[in-house]
């Protein structure tokens, strides 16, 4: 009965982006999101994922696990990367018979990776978006209202003052002088046309992420 509830939600959802790409029979391109028929709706146990690290189990535990959200469904958890920064997990959705993604990564700064020398070239880059002057390459505070974490970020070059163009928008926070959260969404359509568009699309998400702030 889950299933089935599940599958005519997302079917009624599926209509209205009838727009969206679907030509999952060329090869040339990357793997199209399942069918509804062949979905399966489950998100394996931290038992069942590969290379963990106590790091990682604590990631595990803050993501919400759900299995749809906005007619995104669960595909996969990636837990493995390459040498030296295994410091992230990652929760994967797609929009069924697409190539629309959403990305949900959890990143632990206190790892060893940042103590290394690549690790410190990197930090800058990716904190670079929480500056003032970070509203020319598209980031933009969450509106106070709705910010359940304080150094949070709506981030897109299309959201430049300036102009510019990206195929995806994120959400990005850092909490507790730790954990880097970063949600992704491949947005070739062009649903998101401010950066308020995204915030309300990921509310209830972000809401049901386990990790608080500390005080």
């Known amino acids: 009965m889950k299933k089935l509830f599940l599958i005519l939600s997302l079917c009624v959802f599926q209509f209205s982006i009838a727009q969206i790409e679907t030509n999952c029979d060329d090869l040339n391109l990357p793997s199209c999101c399942p069918t509804l028929a062949d979905y399966i709706p489950i998100i394996p146990a931290w038992e069942e994922i590969g290379c963990k690290t106590d790091r990682k189990a604590a990631e595990y535990h803050f993501f919400p696990k759900i299995l749809e959200y906005q007619g995104y469904i669960f ?46 070239a990197f930090l800058p880059i990716k904190f670079m ?73 990921l509310k209830d998400y972000i809401a049901q992420i386990n990790l608080k702030e500390a005080k």
């Open 75 to 120: 595909r996969e958890v990636s837990s493995c990367a390459v040498q030296n920064m295994d410091f992230k997990l990652n929760f994967d959705y797609c929009i069924p018979q697409t190539r629309q993604t959403m990305r949900v990564e959890i990143a632990d700064y206190n790892d060893p990776f940042f103590e290394t020398k690549q690790g410190k």
């Open 129 to 201: 978006i929480f500056k003032p002057e970070a509203i020319a390459l598209g980031s933009h505070e969450l509106s106070p209202f709705d910010r359940k974490y304080k150094k949070s970020r709506i981030v897109s070059a299309r959201f430049s003052p300036y102009g510019g163009a990206s195929d995806s928008v994120s959400y990005v926070a850092f909490v507790n002088e730790r954990y880097m959260i970063t949600i992704t969404l491949d947005d070739k359509p062009n649903r998101f046309k401010e950066p308020l568009d995204v915030e309300k699309f």
